[in-house]
C-alpha cells in the first residue's frame, strides 16, 4: 500500500479519537499483544522521552496506523529506546506503512530499529523467547520442564536449600513499587555495566526517571512492578517488569553478584511467575534469546528485526567502506563486529542527548568492541 500522510503529534495533543483508534487497531492485531503497544506505554514515555511525538500515518484521509517516536539529532528511533523491547507500527493487519515507508515519511539520516515487529524484508531476525503456561498454569509448565530438563531444575532446587540453610528463611515479593527499591535496582545494573564496559543506560537521567513513571502507573491492567526474593533479612535479587492483560514482561533483573552460585536471580523469576499466574498472567516473556538458562525455561518465541534505515548517501557509503577495512583483519569479523557496535551505538544514541556525550559513548564503545575482538582472535585454540 502505498500514498501514506503523516502528522506528527506531541503525545498530550493526541485525543481521544486517536487512542480510541489506536485501541481498536491493537485489538485487531495479535502481534501487538506486548505492553509495549498499549496506549499507556506511550503517554508516560511520551511525556519523559527528550523530543518524543506519534507519527500518525493516513490514508485516503482515514487514520491507519500510529509509530511511537524519538529523535536524536538526524536519527528517528522507538520511543523509549534502548530499553523499548517491543516496537513497529500500530496498525491492522496489513494496513499500516512498511519500515521502509515510515522511515521515508519520517525523515531523518536514519531510522533505528531493534526488535521490530512487522513483516519487512529489511535488517536481520532476532529471536524473543517466552514462558506460554495457557490455560493449565503455573504447575503443569514446571512439571514438563522438569521432566524435560530434570538437571537443570534439580540444580536450581539444591541452590534453594542452600541459600536458605545459609542465609535464611526465602521469601518473594510481588508487587513492589517502593521507589528506593527501584534505587537500588538501578545501582547494581549501573554497576553491571561498568564491570561489563557496557554504556550505562541510566547515567542520561531520563531513562531511570521513565522506570520511576511507569513504576507509579496502574491504569486499566497496564503497570510496572517490581518482584524481590529475599533470604532472611537480606535483599538477594529484584526485577522490574512491566504487564498489561495476560503478559508479563521481565525487563531489569538485578541480583547481589556475591550469591551468584546460588542463583538467585533464576529463582525469582520462578516465584515470581507462580505468583503472577495466580492472579491471570499466562504469557512471561524473556525478551532476546541468549542467556543459558533461558532455553530451559521458555516454549515459546517471536521472530523480530533489527535494521538501520539509511538515507542513501554518505552514510551508508562509509559504512560499508568501515566494514570492508575492518574484513581485511581476516575471518570476516567486520560483519561481526560492525553488528556489535551497532548495537551500543543504538543504545547511546538513545540515552544521550548531546552531541558531546554521544561521541564521548561512541568512542568508548568502539573501543570496548575492538578490544574483545582482539581477545577472541588471540585466545589459544584447543590441541
Known sequence: MTGFKVDILHVDAMGEAEWAAWRAFRAANPALTSPYFRPEFTQVAGRISPRAAVAVFSHGGEVAGFFPHQRRGSAVQPLGAPMNDYHGIIARPGEGPTLAEASALLGGSRLNVTAWVGDTGMGEDRRTVQVELGETGYDAWYAERRTTHGKFFKDKERARRSMETELGTLRVERGLRDPALLDWLIDLKRDQYR???????????????????LLQTDIDGFGASMAGLWAGDRLTAIEYSLHADDQYHF?????????????????????????AAERGYRTFDYGFEGEHYK?????????????????????????????????????????????????????????????????????????????????????????
Not at 569479523?333 to 551505538?345: D, H, I, N, T
Open 195 to 213: 564491570r561489563t564496559s557496557r554504556h550505562d543506560i541510566f547515567a542520561c537521567g531520563w531513562t531511570a526517571e521513565l522506570l520511576h513513571a
Open 251 to 275: 525487563w531489569f533483573p538485578a541480583y547481589e553478584p556475591s550469591l551468584a552460585r546460588c542463583s538467585p536471580g533464576i529463582l525469582l523469576s520462578m516465584d515470581t511467575m507462580r505468583l
Open 295 to 383: 532455553k530451559y525455561f521458555c516454549n515459546g518465541a517471536h521472530i523480530v528485526r533489527e535494521a538501520m534505515v539509511l538515507k542513501p548517501g554518505l552514510g551508508a557509503a562509509v559504512s560499508q567502506a568501515a566494514v570492508r577495512a575492518l574484513d581485511l583483519a581476516g575471518e570476516g569479523r567486520g560483519e561481526r563486529l560492525r553488528a556489535s557496535v551497532r548495537r551500543r551505538w543504538a543504545a547511546i544514541e538513545a540515552c544521550e542527548t548531546s552531541h558531546a556525550d554521544r561521541l564521548r559513548g561512541a568512542v568508548q564503545a568502539a573501543g570496548a568492541a575492538l578490544a574483545k575482538a582482539k581477545s577472541a582472535s588471540t585466545r589459544p585454540v584447543a590441541a
